[in-house]
């Protein structure tokens, strides 16, 4: 083996590159557009602070074979051609080790949208061939020069006679290819510069073949924009929103932070969304549009806003259409929710009914907030709608009318025992809706002196009346059939008196007792090593209760059957119906129970003659 070593350079296959580009890195074609006018922006940057009175112009001429983009910005030098448009991944708003790191960047990219040196690549998306003539405003004797860059890596370069180019300043020229040409036609090209350019600083005009030209409007940002009064201030800010986001907010948020050059605004969703659905935000950099679904703006809870925001040092990912995660993001974003959690502390003092609206829309969002922030669940969390035994109440009221608030861990649960337990005068709210039960545990903090606890079934049990003695001997018989017929359910039968009448039977059961049966019922039917381990973990199971109601005029005729067959019948069939109550799905051998009690009672109503009570 040779010890001889030979030094050569990458090769870098621009074909593959730019199809790396435009297939994987940006999402549309159209952000070609963008990256020309962002190019123009920062080369008039550089040129204003060489000479705060040049000009600011940018012209796009579009046409059906051709775009060009001129701009009256600093330009560039034969040399800097060579150095920064002809070398990928090199750009001349960098410092001079050209990294993309540290605090020089950070620095440096608060006057320059551009720091990566890819962006006239996206160009190559809808063209093969790209003239760039340009003349240079920092060296004025230098000459104009033509460059003209090929999709395959080719480039050439030419200086033109003195007088070709009158002004210092760049014009990109592009022929684009077949099926890139709707991207450069002049209404599309109008619409792309409005899409990204609406918040530029300078004039940017779109000329088509015939002469018309057409002016991008430069509509001055909605929040910096003046107002005489609030209301108008208001009106305005809801007709901006209508205008982005085709919806009239509830609110509007300012939003601002000196610190990072953000400034914006934070619309209120007029209706409630899921938590889950992230609003995407409008992000402009510096005044170009950089993504209008950039989630990564807000902390996840404040999905009940879309933000227009315009800033100076967020930093974007190389196809410049999202946000870079990085600390500056993670601080920005902190900040903003604490905007809008200020916002939302401050309306129960400043405006109440705007607050009752927004949590009449929004509550879930509140309530997840409200988890991980004790500050505003002190404010909020007497304002927050429960479903109680009360109705829909706040936990304000609720409390105020029960000072043991009794909560309830599943939906089914409220469901089951709500009627019972408030003709009985309990307390009951639902807590099975997310995070319901974890804040109604919360407020004894806001409010001392109330008591929360788990509603469990003995409680409820001990609220029902036991019956006189002598009706309980007279129902034995029956209560024995029925202990018999629920038993394979790990149920046992007690007879009591409870209110509404109308409620023949009540299946006090909960999730855990449910869980350990099932948990006993796996331990019997395996064998060897896991029937140990699921006989060890094996808890006295908890048995259900079926409560027949002594008011309830038909638990009272069938408290009287004599004859076993169609006891059984009944006893079938009220447990079932409770079972039914409780609306959690049936297992096999309840299905199969309540087909039983069905068709007994089918057949005994056709074929048996009716049993009267004595
Ligand atoms: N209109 C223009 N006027 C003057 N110089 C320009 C113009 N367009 C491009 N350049 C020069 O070419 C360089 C490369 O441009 P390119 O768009 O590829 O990257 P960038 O703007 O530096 O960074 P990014 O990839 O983030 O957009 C720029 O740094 C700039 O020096």
Redesign the pocket.
Known sequence: MSDASTSHTFQVDLRGLIDLLSHHLYSSPRVYLR?LL???V??ITARQALDADAPARITLRAGEDRLTVT?T????TEQ?VHR??ATIGR???RGADGGLDGDRLAAERSDFI????????ACFVVADEITVT?RSAADPAAPAVEWRGAADGRYTIRTLPAGAVPEPG?T?SLVPRREGAEWTRPERVVSLARHYGSLLRHQVTVVDDFGGSTRIDRRPAPWDTRHGSPLARREALAEHCRATFDFTPLDSIALDLPLVGLRGVAYVLPTSVHPSRQAGHRVHLKGMLLSDQAPELLPDWAFFVRCVVDADSLRPTAS?EALYEDETLAAIREALGGRIRDWLTGLSASDPALLHRFIAVHHLAVKALARYDDELLRLLLPWLPFETTDGQVTLEEFARAHPVVLVTQTVEEFRQVAPIAGAAGLGVVNGGYAYDRDLVHRLPEIRPGCTVTDLDPTTVAAHLDAVEPGAELAAAGFLHIAREVVAQFDCDVVLRSFHPVSAPALLLDNREARHERSRSELADSADGLWADILGSLRAQAPRAQLVLNHLNPLVRRAASITERGLAVTAVEALYGQALLMTRRPLRATESALLNRAFIGLLDHAMHEPRQEPK
């Open positions: 990256e962002q190019n123009a920062d080369a701009d910005g600093v330009g560039l800097d920064f448009l750009s001349s708003k551009g720091q990566f040196g890819i962006g006239l690549l340009t760049t990109v410049r």
